[in-house]
DNA sequence: TGCAACTCCTTATGGCATAAAGTAATCTCT
DNA sequence: AGAGATTACTTTATGCCATAAGGAGTTGCA
């Protein structure tokens, strides 16, 4: 289920996001007190969606947990989508704002990626926010800015460093979200990683009994599969998850790596100044 | 007999599909003659879903679209998720099955990526069909054993191998999934990319008027906008997404490049001969 | 011929977002 | 002080959704 941004008022969408003055509950103060507030809504809803996930957060749970009904929301917030973008705008306040650059980009963006990938994993609703056309919101830019003072650093011209950031997202997003969907698949069906596994793959052979002459490959790729540390009770999707995301982003950033020796050379080196940078 | 959670569900679905004889409608022929049969629902079902999307995907359109109620569809199908387990794996099969590896791994991955993209953009609804535990259809595993064809040349490890497919998975499905996401949102509200940006970014300026010295690095990134070409009508916002992939998928390869150059020098070097590693 | 098996329909049930209208609380203005 | 305006919140209703339950009609085999 991916949530789209609210279409409603584009300007009160905004003033909501940040928070500018008159747009608040407390205009006229003519009626009843207000005994909510837009951040005692959002709070409440973000408690919601990360105990029972995003299918789970409707209206009439958020309104529920805060002892009101459903409709009682709607005298703060426009409608759902506009409730889902200040939700996903605040949760991003938690990412650390800046990185150590002593030692230069790599770590940087290896902090990062780790920090990006523990707030998706605490917050799993917002891997269902869409990212086409972002929320705008404050801390969005933020964590935009933060992770562009890293990029700055690799010396990229913009153009690149604009497409640098779309695929580390892309990147650390969908290695999260099969993390994620699998734990929601867990809890939904009531059965293991383990178990649904075990049960599917005997039952694949047993469907399929040819499989492993009709899939070579898979063959030789399934041939390799390690068995987990004693001690780690990881379900092993998860695991599995955990090792793409590691191997991955180390060869996303050698990519990176050779981006930025290519342009390096190209610019150091037209002068004429034989060109060694790093190594 | 005991009965696990979901195994009696598991062995029907997985011969619904691999297309397993004796589970069709038809075994007994004693009632009426079947008026559909599970193909037909899952074309109509894909028919649905591509022109609609998969938030339309109803089984009562579905239905209708088959001159039947929703309702008919639960005699063919057990229910809805079955269904797009169904459509997702008959969808697959669209994919080419190999590729031309004379010229090595790097171009045949290039022209696999290509394709899985377009087939995301045909089928905009596969992005949202969860990854974490895989449908496992027939089709599922023939893309498979496609891309692992393709990656045995670059002579990695299994290991490795495992990981590079979950990012390329993971990086094609999220570049592709912003330009899904994108065309959904505009036919959605009503408002292009070009009107949505320019409406957004004019109130950004209104409601933040301090925004570039709050964010100097985004403001560093924007400076950089190209016009686009003065034939192209492309919507920005795909046009991004689009330059994302190209240049993405070529920092990945770049990636993996590296890692194919350090295994390769492994290989050779095991005695002990100080390996130098790369330049 | 009659019943079992089968397809497909109608009719709930309980969920969802949200529109519309009502009730009661609290302010400002006279 | 009292009236009217304004606002918070509730109730009710509309029209979606998946799907459970039960019923009507069709067909082939005993």
């Known amino acids: 289920m991916v ?25 006229g103060g003519r009626g009843p ?18 105990a029972d996930g995003m299918a789970a957060l409707s209206m009439r749970a958020v309104g529920e947990r805060l002892g009101r009904t459903g409709m ?20 991003l306040a938690e990412l650390p704002a800046d990185y150590d650059l002593e030692a230069g980009w790599r770590p940087a963006v290896t902090s990062w990626a ?16 869409s990212q086409a056309r972002p929320v705008l919101g404050p801390n969005e830019y933020v964590m935009l800015e933060t992770l562009l003072a890293i990029l700055r650093e690799t010396g990229l011209d913009a153009a690149v460093v604009r497409r640098v950031v779309g695929t580390l997202f892309h990147f650390v997003r ?12 867990a809890t939904a069906t009531g059965v293991p990683d ?14 399929v009994p040819d499989f492993f002459t009709r899939f070579p490959m898979v063959a030789w790729l399934e041939s390799d599969t390690a068995p987990p ?17 590691e191997v991955g982003l180390d060869i996303l950033l050698d990519g990176i790596h050779a981006a930025v020796r290519r342009a390096g050379v190209a610019v150091l080196s037209p002068a004429g100044s034989a060109a060694g940078r790093e190594e």
């Open 229 to 245: 540390a004693e001690d780690d009770a990881t379900p092993f999707l998860e695991r599995e998850a955990r090792r793409t995301f």
């Open 174 to 185: 969908g290695a999260a979200q099969t993390v994620t969907e699998s734990r929601e698949a």
């Open 72 to 91: 009682a929301l709607y005298t703060y917030v426009p409608n759902k989508g506009e409730l889902v973008d200040l939700m996903y705008d605040r949760a």
């Open 3 to 27: 949530v789209f941004a609210g279409q409603g008022d584009a300007r009160r969408s905004m003033s909501l996001l940040w928070r500018v003055p008159g747009s608040g509950a407390a205009r």
């Open 114 to 129: 780790e920090d990006t990938w523990e707030f998706y994993l605490r917050h799993p609703w917002v891997l269902q926010v």
């Open 33 to 50: 007190k207000p005994g909510l507030s837009v951040d005692v809504i959002v709070d409440a809803a973000i408690a919601v969606a990360d």
């Open 194 to 207: 383990e178990e649904w596994w075990q049960t599917r793959s005997a039952l694949l052979r047993e469907v």
